[in-house]
């Protein structure tokens, strides 16, 4: 299964906004609005569900973050950007029952 | 509180299986609401899914390393553990434990272990 692909990197001025693609197919992100992103602060630490079903936040998750679908290609945006913001990013997709959990390529989102 | 402990050893050799154990406190691995799975990350790369399995036995796998890799659930001791065999030093990585929601917030992992460094090397 092909991961989803991701720009390498992103940023944005403290308090501005950024924007992260993630493209999949008919078959992953076209098909099903069950895209959920990640945001990992530091390598090898564990990742934190920041949106699920492409556009809900978890609790306890700013409104700051949201999600949206357009066909194939799913976004995260971050708005009023704050340095705890920085990490890497990563978009997954419900893809069929043996493919529970396609991940995005990853976005380093830096802080400026 | 719910909380995902990876175990097993840091270091294996190549060709051997590598063997994880992740104990679920917080929660019953019986719950209906959830997948309890594998996900790994080399160092320096991105996430990858590895396979998940539900409280009934189903188990559903990356089609990449569904050839290696075997999930099991022991309801009895509240574990989850993965077996990777003929591994090679491409399967060095950060193997998290992770729970994922088929309810509430639909096909996401709300939760992750710590994660735990496997290096494959001789």
């Known amino acids: 299964q092909s991961a989803l692909t991701q720009p390498p990197s992103a940023s944005g001025s403290l308090g501005q906004s950024v924007t992260i693609s993630c493209t999949g197919t008919?078959?992953?992100?076209?098909?099903?609005?069950?895209v959920s992103w990640y945001q990992q602060q530091h390598p090898g630490k564990a990742p934190k569900l920041v949106i699920?079903?492409?556009?809900k936040r978890p609790s306890g998750v700013p409104n700051r973050f949201s999600g949206s679908k357009s066909g194939n290609t799913a976004s995260l945006t971050v708005s009023g950007l704050q340095p705890e913001d920085e990490g890497d990013y990563y978009c997954?997709?419900?893809?069929?029952?043996?493919?529970?959990?396609?991940f995005g390529t990853g976005t380093k989102v830096t802080v400026l | 509180q719910l909380q995902l402990q990876e175990s097993g050893p840091g270091l294996v050799k190549p060709s051997e299986t590598l063997s994880l154990t992740c104990t679920v406190s917080?929660?019953?691995?019986?719950?209906?609401?959830?997948?309890w799975g594998w996900s790994r990350q080399p160092p320096g790369k991105g996430l990858e899914w590895i396979g998940s399995?539900?409280?009934?036995?189903?188990?559903y796998y990356n089609p990449s390393l569904s050839s290696r890799a075997t999930i099991s659930i022991d309801t009895s001791k509240n574990q989850l553990s993965l077996k990777l065999s003929s591994v090679t030093a491409a399967d060095t990585a950060f193997y998290y434990c992770?729970?994922?929601?088929?309810?509430?917030?639909?096909?996401?992992?709300?939760?992750w272990g710590q994660g735990t460094l496997v290096t494959v090397s001789s």
């Open positions: 992770t729970r994922q929601d088929i309810v509430t917030m639909v096909y996401a992992t709300d939760s």
């Open positions: 917080g929660d019953s691995i019986n719950n209906n609401n959830y997948y």
């Open positions: 399995a539900y409280y009934s036995g189903s188990v």
């Open positions: 008919s078959s992953d992100v076209g098909r099903y609005n069950f």
């Open positions: 699920y079903e492409v556009n």
């Open positions: 997954n997709s419900y893809a069929g029952t043996n493919k529970l959990g396609v």
